[in-house]
T-cell receptor, first 117, second 115 residues
Framework: GAVVSQHPSRVICKSGTSVKIECRSL??????MFWYRQFPKQSLMLMAT?????????EQGVEKDKFLINHASLTLSTLTVTSAHPEDSSFYIC?????????????FGPGTRLTVT | GQQVMQIPQYQHVQEGEDFTTYCNSS?????IQWYKQRPGGHPVFLIQ?????EVKKQKRLTFQFGEAKKNSSLHITATQTTDVGTYFC???????????????FGQGTILTVHP
């Protein structure tokens, strides 16, 4: 099956610093990747849609200048949390989309747990 | 955007008991997907339902899509401790029509199984 990796799996950073999270599709090409955020015992909230070769599309309420997304190749998307604050601490999950006929499937990365101190 | 209500939020069962989680939408869905997330893990795709009234089975799991394509259920027969986790439904973010990949997730049902 399709495999998506994320790096790092865990990161602790100080308030005010920036953190970059990588999402890679290992055995398939993904023109579209998605970034989600999940707080404890809550559902996944879509943050943005990352399209290869174009600007990301952000969901309402998500600051594009704070959460920088770069989809430089068909297998890599990065999310940079700039000037991180404790309220940014969360579980960040990416997914890569594949298409089978008329249906779309999303394969999720293992997630990155960010703690901002 | 598209919204979907999922109930119950929590379900505690004894091993061997059955379990069901439900998702409901106010609008007609083109499809609905189900995911399982183990504690500390990431969502794993289980299945996609597309047709009205569709029923699909995966071993002890039975997935149903309502006739009106506005609701769906996931039923687990004779739960095992390995079934522990959160079960999410997910629907296309653009109402009705063709899915372009964006998903809205239900609130999830956290299942605990007591041995």
């Amino acid at each position: 099956g399709a495999v998506v990796s994320q790096h790092p799996s865990r990161v602790i950073c100080k308030s005010g610093t920036s953190v970059k999270i990588e999402c890679r599709s290992l055995d398939f090409q993904a023109t579209t990747m998605f970034w989600y955020r999940q707080f404890p015992k809550q559902s996944l909230m879509l943050m943005a849609t990352s399209n290869e070769g174009s600007k990301a599309t952000y969901e309402q309420g998500v600051e594009k200048d704070k959460f920088l997304i770069n989809h430089a190749s068909l297998t890599l998307s990065t999310l940079t949390v700039t000037s991180a604050h404790p309220e940014d601490s969360s579980f960040y999950i990416c997914s890569a989309m594949t298409r089978t006929g008329s249906s779309y499937e999303q394969y999720f990365g293992p997630g990155t747990r960010l703690t901002v101190t | 955007g598209q919204q979907v209500m999922q109930i119950p939020q929590y379900q505690h069962v004894q091993e061997g008991e059955d379990f069901t989680t439900y998702c409901n939408s106010s609008t007609t869905l083109s499809n609905i997907q189900w995911y399982k997330q183990r504690p500390g893990g990431h969502p794993v795709f289980l299945i996609q339902l597309v047709k009205s009234g569709e029923v699909k089975k995966q071993k002890r799991l039975t997935f149903q899509f309502g006739e009106a394509k506005k609701n769906s259920s996931l039923h687990i027969t004779a739960t095992q401790t390995t079934d522990v986790g959160t079960y999410f439904c997910a629907v296309p973010s653009n109402a009705g029509g063709t899915s372009y990949g964006k998903l809205t997730f239900g609130q999830g049902t956290i299942l605990t199984v007591h041995p």
